[in-house]
């Protein structure tokens, strides 16, 4: 059989995952544990599930393609994706982690909502978690995606098959274990990622030929991939790059990567495991960036796009170490997944009050909305055509401006409250909505970014001018 050594290291690997499920099962007994680990993560495993969380098929497949298509210019979006790890940790994670452990929030609408009760709480609630579901359903997608273009890869079996071998993987040891095991599983996937983005890139660069390859590469493009700009000038330069940058802000808004802060279990494991995601992420984004880069000579302009990662260590590597590489990267991909669905469950059991409907068996509501939304994403990755890097960027965009603006003013002391708090969340979505998919869409794109946050913060300083209400203490 072709591939044998990446199927038996697969199969390996996902025993490993589903073993880690069946162990965390004995700590997720109740909904604090099941979806948020009793608030009780280090520095390590908060900082490494976080990064792990964040990326993965994005990085691996969706940016080392963007760069190979686009150029120099993609770079444009590291320093905001890495302002946007800062941000979270460091300004915004005090407040984020004080507040959850001190009024018992499991959530990130939990948190948006404090202090906001009667009729409007319910319908933010009702809008946040119905948003969460749709946003995630396009994000878990490219997730599975990713798994399935990798085992069709490596073992050219369709797509399809890939995708439902990832979900059903990825259900079990969710279901099982809960954030535990999502916690354990994103660490091993976080370092093994880390591995990998700086060991392909290497042998890439070395073998192409160096930066002098490059620069000869980049001599022979057009100017609309050669140039750090794109071939933009004046203005339009200037709108892409806030627009590429501004990107990364949305992390503040991701209701599956601010539970990692929420559940770091002190001061001191959230500022050392802030300072682990930012150094992983720069690591492997300019890792990604030179794969991507390299990629343009090994394969020209031949379109792989979102192969890149795969093609380049099928041919630089030796077929065990290739085969090995590439089975683990796919179990890594199809772990991202797991965060996820475990906090789209908690939007649809917790949030939406799901769980409330039978509160002897939350856990098994849970478990079951968690189904239920992998569900949709298989039916979204399938019926649904897209790339990757669109997918994740429709959901990240819409996810952030949704609740970033709602975060950035809990963090500088505001409380909104009420009809504008749904009000600011229902602009920052439709917006991002309407952008993303109607004329100002795609990557560096200033309206796609920029707008919908403008709307949502437009709202809540309407709030705050018409009401008054001094800053929390």
């Known amino acids: 059989m072709d591939n044998l050594d990446a199927l038996i290291t697969l199969v390996l690997y996902s025993a490993g995952l589903i073993g880690v499920g069946l162990w965390a099962s004995r700590s997720a007994k109740s909904e604090d544990s099941f979806i948020l680990a009793d608030r009780n993560l280090g ?32 770079m444009w979006m590291v320093p905001g994706i890495l302002a946007g790890y800062a941000v979270v940790w460091f300004w915004s994670g005090p407040v984020l982690q004080d507040d959850t452990k001190t009024h018992d929030h499991l959530t990130l609408t939990d948190f948006i909502t404090q202090g906001t009760t009667g009729k409007a709480g319910r319908w933010v609630r009702v809008a946040a978690s119905l948003m969460i579901a749709f946003s995630f359903s396009w994000y878990i997608a490219a997730q599975l995606q990713g798994a399935g273009q990798a085992f069709d890869d490596l073992f050219g079996s369709g797509i399809a098959l890939g995708v439902i071998i990832g979900a059903v993987l ?227 965009v819409a996810l952030g401006a949704t609740f970033g603006p709602i975060v950035v003013v809990r963090t500088i002391g505001w409380m909104p409250k009420g009809w504008f708090l749904f009000a600011a969340m229902l602009t920052g979505f439709f917006l991002s909505l309407s952008l993303t998919f109607g004329l100002a869409s795609g990557p560096g794109s200033i309206w796609s970014t920029i707008a919908p946050w403008a709307g949502s913060f437009l709202v809540l300083l309407i709030e705050r001018v018409t009401t008054g209400r001094a800053p929390q203490e």
């Open 170 to 396: 990825i259900l079990i040891y969710t279901f099982l274990g809960g954030f535990v095991a999502v916690s354990i599983v994103d660490t091993i996937q976080g370092a093994l990622i880390g591995i990998v983005a700086i060991i392909l890139p290497l042998i890439a660069f070395f073998h192409i030929g160096g930066i002098p390859a490059i620069s000869d590469m980049l001599a022979e493009q057009p100017e609309t991939y050669s140039q750090v700009f794109g071939g933009r000038t004046g203005m339009a330069a200037m709108g892409f790059v806030i627009g590429l940058t501004a990107t990364g802000f949305g992390a503040l808004g991701q209701p599956h990567l601010v539970s990692w802060i929420m559940a770091s279990k002190d001061k001191s494991s959230r500022i050392q495991g802030g300072l682990i995601a930012c150094s992983w992420g720069a690591v492997v984004y300019i890792g990604m960036g030179v794969l991507g880069l390299a990629a343009r000579i090994l394969f020209g302009d031949s379109g792989v796009n979102e192969g890149v990662f795969f093609g380049s260590a099928e041919r630089l590597l030796p077929g065990v170490f290739a085969g090995i590489i590439a089975a683990a990267t796919l179990s890594a991909i199809m772990s991202t997944v797991d965060s996820q669905l475990l906090v789209t469950g908690a939007a649809l059991s917790h949030d939406l009050g799901l769980a409330r409907l039978a509160p002897k068996h939350n856990l098994l509501i849970s478990r079951l909305a968690i189904g239920a939304v992998c569900l949709a994403a298989i039916g979204v990755t399938l019926l649904m055509p897209s790339s990757i890097f669109e997918r994740v960027l429709f959901a990240w």
């Open 43 to 74: 520095s390590v495993v908060a900082g490494l599930a976080y990064a792990a969380s964040t990326s993965s098929a994005w990085v691996l497949l969706g940016f080392s393609g963007f760069v190979y298509s686009v150029g120099p210019s993609a």
